[in-house]
């Protein structure tokens, strides 16, 4: 058998694991793993900032479904992915994080970039792991492949003190190492076909019901099941979070979350499908989620999401997609004919219709202010994307301006930070999504408070020929320049930035098309302009900063501002 070290039967496996490059930056503790990975032919995507890396690859992991690969230094390194590690463990997305570290001898003696993985990051990941036996690299490397991807997915870490990527030992003495293929991958569990029989009887016999759809359904690839299931019982159905899309918001029986709530309250039986109850579902509390006079069924392969503050009488711990299956084929089994649920299709119908031409008479009352107004600029953005592009909400204003515009057309459609909140991840997530999705339109809404915090990766798109579109929304501002004197009236220092940067010269530097959008009636030629060029974009445009997002109002009476 032959000798490898330590950093070569890491770029083995990850030869193995099919991964295709990794994103980060370097540092001595790393170098030799580095040169091993290259051997192996494994693109290496450069970034600025290490923090950008994992948005990077927590973008490759959302639009592929398999793990994003992403790689620090010690101390400084490692303390830098902590923030977007932190963001992919919310956002239920398969990271496998690689960090350096001092020689294990040193522990407690002042290395140089001294700092504990293991010690900082268990609460937020799957699992954490300092490797010190050198003959378990390949079980640990392999383990996190397995692990970050099983649901609900999520980072895992891999910290290597850097004595073991140089130290050379046999194959044979790899502890629990079997080749790729020699272990099978877990099954997915099927539901109670008793309790899944009870779910179908349920939702047949309802006269007002739903389905909602959320993460689980994007994991476990079931949005044709969905969009099968919900049509054979003419079921109306929502769809959430990674979800969103899997049965497409222009589909008669789809409705979306602007004008949910009257819906969710008339309904008598309600299937929640693989969807956490966050904040963002107002923890399945009222009046959005109602306690009295509904029915729930409950599906989801992870425990957390099969909440106990519903009132649940069908609880289903089980893969949504096997479990959809077993429901067509048990409605099937039962069905005579197509339910007749004209009355409360024409509730949901007339809901989204009133929704929409809402939405249109205030987009058609913006259309010639000056400068661009937000509402006009989502919806001009909106109406230009192609289908299937994917659209990364980052800016905390564009995405109160455009979420409720977006007819969401696939499963996995839109990205973005979800609870966790932050600003700056849509630069390197949308790098790895191209990477992930290649020739589709990848869009970042990018503010910039963001562009602050993770801007300078833009040139880590071009330096790799990315056509990633950034669209920084430049209100020379956190959230809106009238903002701070009513928020935080008392706080005199400004929020503010200074006024109108050329962002769209700044990127020109780095070989970007740029674009500058101040009025309506440049927008469009400017996209055109922009995704013609077949380079990375970015387009600065400088809307009406004194709109507020609406979000904002809702924010402003949750903190009794």
Not at 159 to 168: A, C, D
Not at 178 to 190: T, Y
Not at 434 to 440: A, D, I, M, V
């Amino acid at each position: 058998m032959a000798e490898l070290k330590g950093s070569e039967y890491i770029a083995r496996i990850m030869k193995e694991e099919g991964v295709e490059q990794y994103f980060g930056v370097h540092g001595g503790h790393i170098w030799q793993m580095m040169s091993s990975v290259a051997k192996e032919g494994i693109r290496l995507v450069h970034m600025r900032h290490e923090q950008s890396g994992v948005y990077a690859a927590d973008g490759w992991g959302r639009t592929t479904r398999t793990p994003g690969v992403c790689f620090g230094t010690a101390g400084p390194g490692m303390a830098n992915m902590v923030s977007a590690l932190l963001h992919s463990s919310l956002c239920k997305s398969p990271v496998v994080a690689l960090m350096g570290q001092h020689t294990i001898t040193y522990d407690g003696w002042g290395p140089f970039q001294e700092g504990y993985a293991a010690k900082i990051t268990p609460s937020f990941t799957k699992w954490t792991q300092r490797i010190i036996d050198f003959n378990t690299i390949s079980y640990w490397m392999r383990k996190a492949f397995r692990d970050a991807i099983q649901y609900p997915a999520g980072p895992v870490v891999v910290e290597i003190p850097t004595e073991l990527l140089g130290k050379k030992g046999a194959e044979e003495d790899q502890l629990g190492y079997l080749p790729k293929g020699r272990c099978a991958d877990p099954s997915r569990p099927a539901g109670d076909p008793a309790l899944v029989e009870k779910a179908v009887r349920m939702l047949i016999e309802a006269k007002k019901p739903i389905v909602i759809g959320g993460d689980g359904i994007f994991w476990a690839d079931a949005a044709a099941e969905l969009k099968e299931f919900v049509e054979l019982l003419n079921i109306p159905v929502h769809t959430r979070r990674a979800g969103r899309g899997a049965v497409p918001e222009g589909h008669p029986l789809a409705f979306s979350g602007g004008y949910r709530r009257p819906i969710l309250n008339q309904s008598d039986v309600m299937a929640i499908i693989g969807l956490r109850m966050s904040m963002l579902e107002h923890f399945a509390m009222p009046p959005t989620y109602p306690a009295e006079n509904v029915r729930y069924i409950q599906v989801s392969e992870d425990l957390e999401e099969l909440t106990i503050r519903l009132p649940t009488e069908v609880s289903i711990y089980a893969n949504p997609k096997l479990v959809l299956r077993q429901m067509i084929d048990c409605a099937k089994d039962i069905l005579k004919e197509k339910p007749d649920r004209s009355e409360w299709l024409s509730f949901v119908s007339k809901a989204k219709e009133a929704a929409t031409l809402q939405l249109k008479e205030e987009v058609d009352a913006v259309r010639t202010h000056s400068p661009i107004h937000p509402e006009f600029l989502a919806q001009g953005i909106l109406d230009f994307l192609d289908k299937d592009a994917t659209i990364i909400l980052d800016s905390f204003s564009m995405a109160g301006f455009i979420t409720d515009k977006i007819e969401a057309n696939f499963a996995g459609q839109i990205l973005d930070s979800g609870t966790y909140g932050g600003v700056g991840h849509g630069v390197g997530m949308a790098i790895g999504a191209q990477l992930g999705r290649p020739g589709k339109q990848v869009i970042d809404l990018l503010g910039d408070g963001g562009l602050g915090i993770a801007g300078w990766d833009i040139e880590t798109a071009a330096r790799n020929n990315l056509p990633v579109c950034y669209l920084i929304f430049n209100n020379s501002s956190w959230i809106s320049k009238p903002a701070q004197g009513m928020v935080l009236p008392a706080v005199k220092e400004t929020w503010g930035m200074l006024d109108d940067i050329r962002y769209d010269k700044i990127f020109a530097e780095m070989g970007c098309h740029t674009e500058l959008v101040r009025e309506p009636e440049e927008l469009r030629p400017a996209l055109e302009r922009a995704f013609n060029s077949g380079k990375t974009m970015a387009i600065n445009v400088v809307p009406d900063n004194s709109i507020f997002p609406p979000q904002l109002k809702q924010r402003m009476e949750h903190y009794k501002l």
